[in-house]
């Protein structure tokens, strides 16, 4: 069979899109307009955050953002028009039956002509609302499977979670790109599971609507159940709880015989070049933790020379996307013992010398004692003292900070480690053996600049300092405070 071209290969297909105000959805339809202008057409599922309609929700959340402003200037005047002929927005929800979409002639018209499947909806806060953790990122990788199936032309589902369902495997080594179900112990009790948690979300709701309880302290209480069962079962939060839960019900319910993909990408940072260098929106993973750097809010932290810190930037984790799905549609076949899910890490540790911890919140303090934030909370930048343990950080705490003005001075470097431990001080790496393998194929396509996802073009320092931390002050941080960016 001839290959085509990754970017020939999306010509005339139509592709279904959740999650669509996300920063990594965002990044994978502008880059799939910009290489591949015909692409037949994209449906884009959007929840209804305001009065606003679908398309004004597109304009202001999707298409408006900086992030298009190279494909804006490629077109014109005729951006908008492009827009218009290329995407459909969608008001739906992805923790609803159905996705929350009631137009019947609207979901005849998907169910018939949709090719590919793209699901990006989650919730990435580590210290979610559990009900909210669960509706979105377990049952609503349920319904955008369920309603993919119904597609008649369907080709290909893909998945995106993260590498941190893995999290309970806090052992040294290599963990490998494994369905859950293969690496999990009685992994099929998890299907009971998420029913039986459903019923304790309602009961503790229905407690805490008894008692009368604020919005806030609802909240409070939700966020300290979610935290409390991940725990229970092995794993550091109710993200990764809830992502790992979402893998798991994928995997005991594929009827028909398609490629489903679950990328797994691991912390996600700005973007390395595409469409340009160091767009970011919001914070990610370690981005808390950069700026509370820059604002003088770190004296101490966890970390030592042995844990790795994982990160991979937004647009190679999308181009590996595009060239999943290309290479499944391409390559797929039933395995032979009928498990159909094809697993992909996307991360950097194990390539070269990974990055540590402790290297990137010095890269952020070398940028900030360069390029200090002006106005705003700051207070004196200090460079940060390490710890390898949790118990070795509290007593330092105990130790140091028992006046009440140093104890303020600290409080958000105590909440970013008691969040962060399981992370900071991982120390296993994670296997890309099968996406080491997408690459040599799209090398052999000669596309491999084109959707370049290889961190071993990175250098580190030059990236925190001269791309990640700028485009996190210019995009995210700069409207709060002052700042002279880079970029």
Not at 106 to 118: A, F, R, Y
Not at 225 to 239: F, I, M, P, S
Request: hydrophobic share 40%.
């Amino acid at each position: 069979m001839k290959l085509n071209g990754i970017a020939q290969s999306f010509e005339n297909k139509i592709i279904f899109v959740t999650g669509s105000t996300g920063f990594l959805s965002k990044l994978f339809v502008e880059k799939l307009l910009r290489v591949q202008p015909n692409v037949k057409h994209l449906f884009l599922l959007l929840r209804a955050a305001d009065a606003s309609s679908p398309t004004q929700r597109l304009n202001k959340d999707v298409t408006g953002k900086e992030l298009f402003r190279v494909l804006r200037n490629k077109h014109g005047v005729g951006f908008q028009s492009f827009i218009s002929k290329k995407v459909t927005p969608i008001f739906g929800d992805v923790s609803l039956e159905n996705l929350g979409i009631t137009h019947p002639d609207l979901e005849t018209k998907m169910h018939k002509n949709i090719n590919i499947v793209v699901n990006f909806a989650a919730t990435t806060n580590f210290i979610e609302r559990y009900d909210v953790a669960l509706a979105v990122n377990t049952m609503g990788a349920k319904h955008v499977l369920d309603f993919a199936e119904k597609c008649e032309n369907l080709e290909i589902v893909l998945h995106v979670s993260t590498a941190f369902v893995c999290t309970g495997e806090t052992t040294p080594g290599v963990i490998l790109e494994k369905p859950l179900c293969k690496t999990l112990k009685e992994s099929s009790n998890f299907l009971k599971i998420i029913h039986e948690e459903k019923k304790l979300i309602q009961c503790r709701l229905d407690k805490l609507k008894s008692e009368q309880v604020s919005k806030k302290e609802e909240t409070a209480a939700l966020k300290e159940l979610g935290l409390e069962r991940a725990k229970l079962y092995g794993w550091t939060n109710a993200y990764s709880f809830t992502k790992a839960l979402g893998e798991i019900i994928l995997g005991g319910r594929l009827k028909r015989n398609f490629p489903l993909i679950i990328v797994r990408p691991t912390a996600v940072t700005g973007t390395y070049k595409e469409p340009f260098p160091g767009w970011i929106e919001g914070f990610k993973t370690i981005d808390p933790m950069v700026i509370s750097v820059g604002r003088g809010k770190l004296p101490c932290f966890l970390g030592d020379s042995e844990s790795f810190s994982d990160i991979i930037p937004g647009d190679m984790v999308v181009n590996a996307i595009i060239v999943a799905i290309v290479y499944a549609k391409t390559n797929f076949r039933i395995y032979s013992d009928g498990d159909n899910n094809i697993i992909y890490h996307i991360g950097s540790s194990a390539h070269r010398e990974p990055t540590r911890m402790v290297k990137l919140l010095e890269y952020a303090y070398d940028y900030f004692s360069k390029n200090p934030l002006i106005g705003g909370d700051i207070d004196e930048i200090v460079k940060p003292v390490y710890f390898p343990t949790m118990s070795s950080f509290q007593r330092h705490i105990y130790n140091n900070y028992v006046v009440s003005m140093k104890e303020q001075k600290v409080r958000s470097a105590k909440r970013l480690a008691e969040i962060y431990e399981p992370f900071v001080l991982f120390k296993g790496t994670f296997s890309t053996s099968a996406v080491d393998q997408l690459r040599g194929w799209t090398k052999k396509l000669g596309d491999a600049e084109l959707f370049d996802f290889n961190p071993e073009h990175i250098e580190w320092k030059d990236y925190m300092m001269n791309i990640h931390i700028p485009g996190l002050v210019k995009y995210v941080v700069k409207p709060q405070v002052g700042h002279i960016s880079k970029l």
